[in-house]
């Protein structure tokens, strides 16, 4: 890697974004650019999934936007999402089986989020408008 003015702008291991799984249920590594790794107002992070869990169980809300993706592991089957995701916006049950991006704008209630079936691993990718992903537990 270079040792230029702007090789600050290229992350790699070195700077600590493979990092564990955010539960125990995701086994592998995931990579993760978060706490200003990215500047101030921005986060990113790819988890493999290859098996059914509850990832996230409640209800929540945060003031920031939030992109989720849902992508085939075989990125030379970008169409062929192999699983089926139960995810719930703004209380509203919605099934994702094909590959999906989410755009969740700020203050909007979300999730639970479930992946109940997984015929092939997948990626899930959760970009969020904030330096460190923060939620606020919503009861309804």
């Known amino acids: 890697m ?5 090789s600050r702008y290229f992350l790699t291991e070195a700077d600590g974004i493979i990092q564990p799984g955010m539960n125990e249920a995701i ?5 993760k650019a978060d706490n200003g790794l990215l500047g101030p107002d921005f986060g990113i992070g790819w988890h493999p999934v290859t098996r059914p869990f509850k990832m996230v169980e409640e209800s929540h809300r945060h003031d920031y936007a939030q ?3 849902f992508i085939p592991g075989d990125i030379t089957r970008l169409g ?5 995701i139960e995810f719930y916006l703004d209380g509203e049950k919605h099934i994702i089986n094909k590959t999906t991006v989410v755009h ?6 979300h999730c639970p ?4 079936r997984v015929g092939k691993p997948f990626l899930f990718n959760n970009m969020y408008f904030i330096a460190e992903y923060k939620a606020d537990p919503v009861t309804r």
């Open 2 to 6: 270079s040792t230029s003015e702007n």
């Open 27 to 31: 086994e592998h590594r995931i990579v």
């Open 67 to 69: 992109i989720l993706a």
């Open 80 to 84: 062929e999402l192999d699983a089926e």
């Open 104 to 109: 969740i704008p700020g203050g909007m209630i």
């Open 113 to 116: 989020l479930y992946i109940n």
